[in-house]
């Protein structure tokens, strides 16, 4: 027995870590390094098919002038759009990957368009596939900055949201 009375004896003592945070920071910047590589590789990736398929698709319609049928052009487009919706969806891994292609891949180019037209659409014209994509940037680039770094941010806020407390849903009664 000992001294508390209890029939168990205490725990060896264990020193704490130097630093408490240390072992968990390791994964969290592998984390966001991998979604961020995700992010600006797959997001020019989508542009670029999506571009590709919109104008094939415009194009073989305006050659056509019949209704819109579905296509290998319209599948791109479809696989343009996942690719893009897979990289919003990426911010429940790490909404640094989703903000960083946002500000890059969209916001940038669209400061560019508005700053200097002329020198936007001479270093356009260079890209394979520019189709639609390119044609109409404020109509474009606004929606896809917007979509992404907001799903980044989205992302973000919802690990802050969970680590303060608030109120989350629980599996047996809905709510905590």
Do not use: C, K
């Not at 009375?5 to 969290?28: E, I, K, L």
């Not at 049928?69 to 989703?98: F, K």
Request: proline residues 9%.
């Amino acid at each position: 027995m000992t001294d508390q009375g209890s029939a168990y004896p205490p725990p060896p003592y264990q020193s704490a870590p130097a630093d408490p945070g240390a072992s968990a920071r390791h994964p969290m910047v592998v984390r966001h390094l991998l979604g961020a590589a995700f992010a600006l590789v797959a997001t020019p990736v989508g542009l670029f098919v999506l571009d590709h398929g919109a104008g094939e698709y415009l194009r073989e319609r305006a050659v056509r002038l019949e209704d819109a049928t579905v296509s290998g052009y319209s599948l791109l487009m479809l696989l343009g759009a996942g690719i893009l919706g897979l990289v919003a969806a990426s911010a429940r891994v790490s909404g640094l990957g989703p903000v960083l292609a946002g500000l890059l891949w969209a916001a940038v180019p669209l400061l560019w368009f508005m700053v200097d037209v002329s020198s936007f659409y001479s270093a356009m014209r260079d890209l394979p596939g520019t189709h639609y994509w390119f044609s109409d940037p404020p109509m474009l680039f606004a929606p896809t900055a917007a979509l992404l770094v907001g799903a980044g941010l989205a992302g973000r806020w919802r690990g802050a949201l969970r680590e303060t407390g608030t109120r989350t849903p629980d599996a047996a009664s809905g709510w905590q």
